[in-house]
């Protein structure tokens, strides 16, 4: 069986700056896996790697045993990846349902249609109502995106990233900035939507990662240091001394 | 040999002048991400200013009182009209200094009328140089080579020698850092639009005698100056220079040298149909030079954005 | 703020369009029936005249709109496409046997594929950005082509430009389009038509990802599609509809020159476009109206008229950006709590003397302008129907005092329109 996704020395210079510093990762297909690290160790420049976001300039990347390298965001996404972003990245002047649907329009086929009215699509209007029942945000359907609560706009975030039934999800820090309460229900949310398929995220709260997670990388410095289920990387002694020494007392 | 020396002079001339608008131009642009369509109308403010200011004070007061009032203004339009359109975005930015272009020129109508204002250049640089073979190079060109230089040397200087060019150099970079650090970022903002159009000013009084004083004058030079700082690379002062002179020159030696198109068709194997006036191609075979002078800068940078769409300097984009 | 915007969610989707499932006809048999019986009010041929221009700028600005307000790309070049398309129909009326098998209400067509395929190949390079890198490189190509005018004159024809006779085409059901009227109701059909198309283009899956990609390219790009398609194929369609504006234009003037082509249509086209506003589908409709009113109308009675216009423009962009339909949309709330009425008095008083204020301001203008450029010893002006001596203190006195009273009354009575203003938009019973 091939790994949903599958990273080989993968390496990425800022000038001379060296950020990601050889990163061999394999994701099997239906897993739930968890980035962490301290700040600064590049799960961000991580994830923009994979998704396409900027080039790598070593090393390889695969998806379903496909090379992702020189594809565009758009040609990435259209082979089966979706991602969220840190920071609320959504359409704040359409409507809540307009985002959901634009998200839905390129993989129900529509690609660069000019001949079929967006309102017709009964399957396309279902399709959008039924994400925002998932994601709670039915009663909010029809308001400007950008005057949402942060909660629901990260709520509204991981709806566009779904929406367009990508098989591998990848979610840059979710619960970013929520409150104990907001991120009790993002965490019930992402659980509920990526049912079955293949979750990749970076997380700081160490309650979502060993709440979701079912593996999950230390990432430090550019190389990841440990790989394995939450039991393993609790106990694993380099990842205590490198990061967790803290975090872990907490829990 | 001789000729080619004059044409030199010539387009240098030309580019030192396209320089001084589109060194402004591209200092405003890389501070605040703004293209000042009004730019070339600043220059055109500083001919009639000069003008107005030279009929009872003299063209030397003209050249110093007149970008002075041109930065002024400058300054004012930022303060009070850009800051207040910035929050909605680089677009309405662009469309409102376009509104600013109209509303100049229809100023200027308004003032002066529409006719071609008699300022010449001053009797004390009407005397011929020296001359090359019978060409007479003016005084009045060396004397706007020598300002343009001036012009160019200080600049550089202020913003690699001084503390208030490393802040505006930081500025250029990270506008919220040194924001950070204390400094008032709006006002070195205002500062460089009113030394950016006092600059396009200067142009004004000086390319105002030889060029001419005529409302029509921003319109003609003002897309070129967009074309030059497209080519150098937006916000690129070196880019700007190269560009600027290459504009120059091109444009003037294509017009001194009557090159046509039918000697290169010809000399590329092709034949020239007859009867030419019946051919479909009658215009490709007649062009000349000095015809497609003025839309060379145009051809040039549709070609630079094709093969190298950050221009030739340029490292980044809008 | 969010729990009284959820009172009545179904009510900013209509104005956003998002959820509906069906077109409103409504206003569109209402726009043809008014074209159908505007020829029956208006009937001077002068005012005809005006209509015909009116239409063709309504169909130009609502391409050119295709792109800024749905797009967000401003280009300050697109008269190009229109005046392509308008030089190509003229070179197909002047091809005699083709001409005389094809009916003249199917050109425009052919000035469509004509902006079309010039967009086409433009489009390949210049929406690679958006942005000032986009603005840039339509003038930059804007000015190229308005320049090769005058040396491509085979296909331009020069200085003088190049003619032709709309009567030699295929009599349509047997009209020539001798007649001005025919003329008029050939160009109203294309109004409508083209409108129409805009309109459901905006409404497809193609038109919304427009909005999408002009709101956040980068997150498009995350949902699979290209920004720089998303752009290519609007400005195509763009183009298309350009070049249908330029063939009308070609059919009702019978001349292109190099005026179609250059910067300064250009830059009208965008003045018209935004006056009338970006964000609504009917406001590049009213910036045409209103635009080809002030071009036709005003500049008959005022050499100033562009210096108006400029004014307006600027003031626009400062204070207005969402143009003249957005000052009529913000008065939707207030329509739906049925206080609309309440403002009218409010309303005449402020806007009314500042009205008459800014009258007495625009008077001075003329009286300054008279002033310093008529010809010597004329002193005579004419002005609002009155004829007086300009170099005189009184009407000074009368247009300054006018100025002063009527803004001045303008400004006294704000606070109490601001405070209506708020009264108007508050539901009734909810805390202030």
């Not at chain 1, 002694?237 to 490198?242: H, L």
């Not at chain 2, 001339?13 to 070339?40: E, P």
């Not at chain 3, 006195?397 to 203003?421: D, K, N, S």
């Amino acid at each position: 069986m091939t790994a949903a996704l599958e990273l080989d020395g993968l390496k990425k210079s800022f000038g001379k700056t060296e950020i990601i510093r050889g990163v061999d990762l394999s994701i099997g297909k239906g897993e739930r896996h968890a980035i962490i690290g301290p700040n600064g160790a590049g799960k961000s420049t991580l994830f923009n790697l994979i998704t396409g976001r900027f080039p790598q300039s070593e090393g390889h990347i695969r998806m379903h045993g496909q090379d992702l390298a020189g594809k565009a965001p758009f040609q990435i996404n259209r082979m089966g990846l979706s991602r969220s972003f840190q920071i609320t990245n959504i359409f704040p002047k359409m409507s809540v349902f307009e985002n959901v649907r634009c998200s839905l329009l390129w993989s129900m086929g529509y690609r660069y249609n000019f001949w079929s009215m967006v309102g017709r699509s009964r399957a396309l209007t279902e399709g959008t109502d039924r994400i925002l029942d998932q994601i709670n945000l039915t009663a909010r359907r029809d308001l400007p995106a950008g005057v949402l609560s942060y909660a629901e706009q990260r709520a509204l975030e991981i709806g566009i990233t779904i929406a367009g039934g990508a098989d591998v999800i990848m979610l840059d820090e979710p619960t970013a900035g929520m409150s104990h309460s907001e991120t009790d229900y993002i965490v019930e949310l992402i659980r509920a939507v990526t049912e079955g398929k293949t979750l990749i995220m970076v997380e700081h709260d160490m309650g979502v990662v060993f709440g979701l997670a079912d593996q999950i990388s230390v990432l430090v410095y550019g190389e990841i240091i440990a790989t394995g289920t939450p039991e393993a990387v609790r106990a694993n002694p380099k990842v205590q001394e490198a990061y967790l020494g803290e975090a872990m007392e907490v829990h | 040999m001789d000729l080619i020396l004059v044409n030199l002079i010539d387009g240098l001339v030309t580019g030192l002048l396209l320089f001084m608008l589109s060194a402004g131009l591209t200092l405003i642009f890389s501070m605040m991400g703004v293209l000042n369509f009004a730019h070339a109308s600043f220059y055109m403010l500083g001919a009639y200013f000069a003008f107005q200011i030279s009929l009872y004070l003299g063209f030397w007061m003209g050249l110093l009182i007149a970008p002075l009032v041109v930065g002024v203004l400058g300054a004012g339009v930022e303060r009070y009209g850009l800051r207040r359109v910035h929050q909605y975005g680089h677009v309405p930015e662009l469309i409102f200094t376009f509104g600013l272009a109209l509303l100049i020129e229809e100023l200027v109508q308004f003032i002066w009328g529409k006719n071609q204002m008699p300022y010449a250049t001053p009797e004390i640089l009407q005397f011929t140089a020296f001359s090359i073979a019978g060409n007479s190079i003016p005084a009045y060109k060396i004397f706007m080579i020598f300002i343009s230089i001036a012009i160019f040397i200080g600049l550089l200087y202020v913003l690699t020698r001084t503390r208030v060019g490393m802040i505006i150099q930081a500025a250029l970079t990270y506008p919220k850092t040194v924001e950070a650090l204390g400094h008032n970022v709006p006002l070195i903002f205002m500062g460089v639009f009113g030394v950016g159009t006092a600059l396009a000013g200067v142009a004004g009084v000086i390319a105002g005698p030889v060029l001419g004083t005529f409302p029509g004058m921003a319109f003609v030079l003002g897309s070129i100056v967009f074309v030059t700082i497209v080519i150098g690379g937006l916000g690129s002062l070196w880019g700007a220079l190269v560009a600027s002179l290459l504009i120059g020159w091109i444009t003037t030696f294509s017009k001194a040298y009557n090159l046509r198109m039918e000697d290169l068709l010809t000399w590329l194997g092709f034949t020239k149909p007859e009867p030419i006036w019946d051919s479909a191609w009658r215009d490709l075979w007649s062009i000349t030079s000095p015809q497609i002078a003025d839309i060379l800068p145009y051809i040039l940078m549709v070609l630079i954005l094709i093969f190298r769409p950050y221009g030739l300097f340029g490292k980044r984009d809008a | 703020m969010t729990d009284q915007l959820t009172t009545d969610p179904t009510k900013p989707a209509q104005r956003i369009g998002a959820g509906s499932l069906t077109v409103p006809l409504i206003p569109w048999v209402l726009a043809a029936a008014l074209l159908m019986v505007l020829p029956f009010i208006f009937t001077a041929n002068s005012a005809i005249t005006i209509m015909n221009q009116m239409a063709i700028t309504i169909i130009f600005a609502l391409a050119y709109n295709m792109l800024l307000g749905q797009g967000g790309m401003l280009s300050f070049g697109h008269a190009v496409y229109a005046g392509v398309g308008g030089f190509a129909c003229v070179h197909i009326m002047n091809m005699d046997d083709f001409f005389a098998q094809i009916p003249l209400p199917l050109l425009p067509i052919f000035g469509g594929l004509m902006g079309m395929g010039l967009a086409t190949i433009v489009g390949a390079f210049s929406t690679r950005k958006a942005g000032t890198v986009f603005a840039m490189i339509s003038l930059g190509v804007g000015e190229l082509i308005a320049a090769c005018s005058v040396i491509i004159v085979a296909f331009f024809g020069g200085e003088e430009g190049i003619s032709g006779d709309r009567t030699y085409g295929m009599p349509f059901f047997g009209v020539e389009f001798l007649q001005q009227i025919e003329v008029y109701y050939l160009i109203a059909a294309w109004l409508l038509i083209s409108a129409a198309l805009m309109y459901l283009y905006s409404r497809t899956p193609l038109g919304r990802m427009a909005n999408a990609v002009r709101d956040n390219p980068e997150r498009a790009e995350f949902l699979g599609y290209s920004a720089r398609w998303v752009r290519f194929f609007s400005f195509v369609a763009s183009g298309f509809f350009a070049g249908v504006a330029g063939a009308l234009f070609a059919i009702n003037y019978e001349i292109l020159t190099e005026e179609n082509l250059n910067t300064t249509q250009s830059g009208l086209i965008l003045l018209a476009t935004f006056l009338g506003g970006v964000g609504f589908f009917f406001g590049p409709i009213l910036g045409a109206i209103v635009f080809t009113l002030v071009q036709t109308v005003l500049s008959l009675q005022t050499e100033l008229w562009a210096f108006y216009l400029g004014i307006v423009f600027v003031v626009t962009v400062m204070f207005f950006p969402g143009g003249l339909a957005g000052l009529l949309m913000m008065h939707v709330p207030a329509m739906r709590l049925g206080k609309l009425g309440r403002l009218g008095v409010p309303y005449l008083k402020t806007l009314g003397s500042g009205a008459i204020g800014c009258l007495g301001a625009a008077g001075l203008i003329e009286m300054t302008f008279h002033l310093r450029h008529a010809s010597a010893g004329d002193h005579s002006m004419t002005l609002f129907w009155i004829t007086f001596d300009s170099h005189t203190i009184l009407p000074w006195i009368v247009a300054i005092a006018v100025t002063f009273v009527g803004l001045g009354i303008a400004r006294r009575t704000a606070p109490a329109l601001a405070e209506a203003w708020n009264e108007a938009n508050t539901p009734d019973g909810a805390p202030r």
